[in-house]
Every structure is written in structure tokens, then in C-alpha cells.
């Protein structure tokens, strides 16, 4: 019963009322508060996201004024309340809407720009080092001929005659295969 | 010896490193069945389709999921045990070798017929030839007889070593006080090389084993030559 009643409210949530705050930022929970602006009011701790859409406590905790007078409407027949009324009482609980809270971001694009200055100047950096500073040539076991010579000893030792290069020469006809 | 964009496991000249390769082809091919179940199921819930998630529950769900990994783990560890089994059975050795580790060098005993001795330290590469492999030539190879049973009994004299031969799946470690046997046979003669495989010091990286597998007739004179030497 329980559950059947959960589904039905979460997507009255999640059908109703989805342009509630269009401008609204998904962050935690909420709108973020500052210390010096906190109203006390609202709930500290409250936070809502897709896989917790009902919270335990509302967003704000002590209702006041007009609010009061709606949490009191709120408790007899919901189709007597306008639209603006019902928002303020949605407003009153939630922080954002479910549409608001699946809605693509795009913070991704900044911290991925971010990325991609820092890697630019450590490539430039390399360019630079790689240009104006390297040290003269120096033969290594990594030039053309020791590579070649390296190979021949290979072949001629039968080494890797599965799936290395004796496997692709061709010892009768002393070529590659 | 392999090009540098070689990355799987290299041919194998024994028995147990064919068995070895074929454990460890099918242990990649169950964990990229498992990684790929979890990407997809990652990518599903990537949909923001599930809202409720925190408010629904299945016991059913959870024990087929902690059930069903049981039987992937079986069929992982049976062949492992199998082959553990396989590798630590005993067999005669016809012939034995001692292999000492020392900080840097590897050096190798034999007692069977004739009393040998010798180090095997690496060769610089400033004295190597055009085609030698760099950090794997020696002065003094461990020249051993193909198709022969051999059991190896590797220490150390100070620190852990450890003497690897990728190319028969060999890897033993070197512990001081500790005499380790393993025993080796290569199906074909050849020349195989390996590196130490357990941090020693300084020198880690530049001491390196190579062993040649050839014919009775050479390797007797060989060891001749050795003992007299």
C-alpha cells in the first residue's frame, strides 16, 4: 500500500508542477545559504536528489504568515487551492523540481576547457625543452641498424616461433613469409 | 624476444607454460565478461529513469546477484588450484643446478659430475655488439641440456632476488636461507632471457639471467670447459 502510494506521489512530483523554479541551480539540495544570510526558517540539512525525491523534513521549518494560513488550507481539499498556492506549498517543502534535477548540465564544458589549457602549456613546454634544448645525438640500442641486426639475432635463434619474428620468416626461402 | 608493442605472454617451451597461457587467456576472458556487465549496468542507471531507488528493496535481486558470482569464482579457482598442483608435483630431476643470487649478479653451481662455478654478471652497453639486447647480454650463460628434466634450487647470498624466465613461465624468488626448488624443461634448444623480478638495490634492473638449452654433446663440453676452468 505503502509503495503503490509512494510511486503515485513521486510522479505527481514528477509529472505536476515541473516549471515550478525554472531558474533554479541543482546543487545540493537546494539553493545554497550563506552563514551571514541564513535564514532560520529553513532547514540546514534538508537535501533531495533523484534517488531521495521526499524528503524526511520540509525545507522550511517553521511556517509563518501566508504560509500558514495555506498549510492550514493544505490539510483540507486540494482542489480549492489555485495554482500559485499549490506552488508556494511546494515551494514551502521542496528545494528544486525533478525536471530540474535531470536536466543536462554543462559545468563539464568548463572544467574540460580547464583541462585542456593546462595540458596546452605543458605541451607547449615540451616543444619548447624538445627545439632549443636537447642534448646532440647519441646512439642508442633503438637506431635503424641495431634494431635490424637485434632482429636477424632473433631469427636466427628461433626466437618467438609462435607469435614473435621467427614466426613470420620464412627459413626456406630466407625471406618474410 | 618481442617487438616493443608486444604486450601478452610470450611462446612458452614447457608444458605448464602452455597450461599457464590458457588459465590465463580464459581468467581475462571472465573478467571482461564481469567488466562489461558492470559498464552496461552503469550506463543503464546513467539514464536518470530510476528515481526511487532508495525506497525500493528485493530480496530476490540480491541473493541472485551474490549467488551467481559464486559459480564465476569456481570456475576461476578450480583450474588455478589445478595448475598449482600441476607446477608444485615433484618429478625426478635428471640433473640438478644451484642458483645463487647476489647483489648484483646471479651465479650458478652445478655437483652432479662435474663441479662448476661461475657468475654470470651483465654486460654494460657500452661493450655491447650491434644486435645484442641491451640490459639482458652476460658475460657467462647458464648452458642446460633441451629435453631433460632439471631441478632447480635458487637462493640468495644476501638480499631477495628473483630469477625469472618469462619464456618458460619461470619465476622463483632467491630468499637467503631459504633453498627453493623448481624444476624446468624446455621442449626445443634456444636461448631465453630474464630479469630479476624482486628489488634488490641499486642495481635491480642490470642483472639479468640468460640460459641457453642445448644438445647433450655441447652441453657436456661446456660444463667440461667450466669445471676446468
Redesign the interface.
Known amino acids: 500500500m505503502l509503495?503503490v502510494a509512494?510511486?503515485r506521489v513521486?510522479s505527481h512530483r514528477?509529472v505536476h508542477l515541473t516549471k515550478v523554479r525554472p531558474s533554479m541551480v541543482v546543487g545540493f539540495g537546494g539553493p545554497v545559504q550563506l552563514a551571514e544570510n541564513r535564514d532560520p526558517n529553513v532547514n540546514p540539512i534538508f537535501h533531495e536528489s533523484?534517488?531521495?525525491?521526499i524528503p524526511d523534513k520540509p525545507r522550511t521549518l517553521k511556517y509563518t504568515g501566508d504560509l500558514a494560513t495555506l498549510k492550514e488550507m493544505e490539510v483540507g481539499d486540494w482542489k480549492k487551492l489555485s495554482v500559485e498556492e499549490q506552488m508556494d506549498l511546494y515551494n514551502s517543502y521542496f528545494g528544486t523540481s525533478?525536471a530540474d534535477?535531470?536536466r543536462d548540465q554543462d559545468g563539464w564544458k568548463s572544467v574540460l576547457g580547464a583541462g585542456m589549457i593546462f595540458i596546452s602549456f605543458g605541451l607547449l613546454l615540451h616543444l619548447f625543452i624538445h627545439l632549443y634544448i636537447n642534448p646532440p645525438y647519441v646512439w642508442t640500442?633503438l637506431d635503424e641498424?641495431?634494431v635490424k641486426?637485434?632482429i636477424?639475432?632473433?631469427i636466427q635463434?628461433?626466437?618467438?616461433?609462435?607469435?614473435?619474428?621467427s614466426s613470420k620468416w620464412d627459413y626456406a626461402n630466407n625471406r618474410w613469409k | 624476444m618481442y617487438p616493443y608493442t608486444f604486450i601478452q605472454l610470450t611462446d612458452s617451451n614447457t608444458f605448464f607454460g602452455h597450461e599457464i597461457v590458457l588459465f590465463h587467456d580464459f581468467s581475462l576472458a571472465s573478467l571482461m565478461f564481469i567488466l562489461t556487465a558492470v559498464l552496461l549496468m552503469f550506463k543503464a542507471l546513467k539514464k536518470k529513469k530510476f528515481v526511487v531507488l532508495a525506497y525500493k528493496g528485493s530480496n530476490m535481486l540480491e541473493f541472485l546477484w551474490t549467488f551467481f558470482p559464486v559459480f564465476i569464482l569456481i570456475s576461476i579457482g578450480l583450474p588455478s588450484l589445478y595448475l598449482m598442483y600441476l607446477l608444485e608435483g615433484s618429478f625426478k630431476g635428471d640433473l640438478t643446478f644451484k642458483v645463487v643470487g647476489h647483489q648484483w649478479y646471479w651465479s650458478y653451481e652445478g655437483g652432479d659430475f662435474c663441479d662448476f662455478d661461475m657468475s654470470s654478471y651483465m654486460i654494460p652497453s657500452e661493450d655491447l655488439v650491434e644486435g645484442q639486447f641491451r640490459l639482458l647480454e652476460v658475460d657467462n650463460t647458464m648452458v642446460l641440456p633441451y629435453s631433460t628434466n632439471i631441478r632447480l634450487m635458487i637462493t640468495s647470498y644476501d638480499v631477495i632476488h628473483s630469477w625469472t624466465l618469462p619464456s618458460l613461465k619461470m619465476k622463483v624468488d632467491a630468499v637467503p636461507g631459504r633453498l627453493n626448488t623448481m624444476n624446468i624443461f624446455s621442449f626445443q634448444p634456444g636461448s631465453f632471457y630474464g630479469q630479476c623480478s624482486e628489488i634488490c638495490g641499486l642495481l635491480h634492473s642490470f642483472m639479468p639471467i640468460h640460459v641457453e638449452f642445448v644438445n647433450w654433446e655441447t652441453f657436456l663440453n661446456n660444463v667440461t670447459e667450466e669445471s676446468f676452468n
Open positions: 509503495r509512494l510511486h513521486v514528477s533523484l534517488t531521495n525525491p525533478i534535477m535531470c640500442t641498424d641495431w641486426a637485434s636477424k639475432r632473433q635463434s628461433h626466437a618467438g616461433d609462435i607469435t614473435g619474428y
